[in-house]
Nanobody, 123 residues
């Protein structure tokens, strides 16, 4: 599976941004897809995930109510809609896929990663 994140940029606090993750290649083994971020000087942080088949969604407490993960019907794009952005949301955002039923919250469970896109929240 190949993944490519896009849509990052500079946004003011309180603003919105929508990130896209393009998915290509054999996805029959994909189980869950997640968005993960890494802020400067910090460890990677789970943000949100959804199953490749099914309707459940999982969110980190830090973004619950502000961010929404979704995908298109063709299952070749997954979005992360980010509203009410805060300076602490500044990070490189990446998408990742895992191929088993392990916890979607655990970053180390993800097998395939795409290059990230930088989001900067600043006035």
């Amino acid at each position: 599976v190949q993944l490519q994140a896009s849509g990052g940029g500079l946004v003011q606090p309180g603003g919105s941004l929508r990130l896209s993750c393009g998915v290509s290649g054999p996805t029959f083994s994909a189980y869950d897809l997640a968005w993960v971020r890494q802020a400067p000087g910090k460890e990677r942080e789970f943000i949100a995930a959804l199953p490749w088949r099914g309707d459940r969604k999982w969110y980190a407490d830090s973004v619950k109510g502000r961010f929404t993960i979704s995908r298109n019907s063709a299952k070749d794009t997954v979005w992360l809609q980010m509203n009410s952005l805060k300076p602490e949301d500044t990070a490189v955002y990446s998408c990742a896929v895992k191929t088993d039923s392990s916890s979607p919250y655990r970053i180390s469970n993800y097998d395939s990663w795409g290059q990230g896109t930088l989001v900067t929240v600043s006035s």
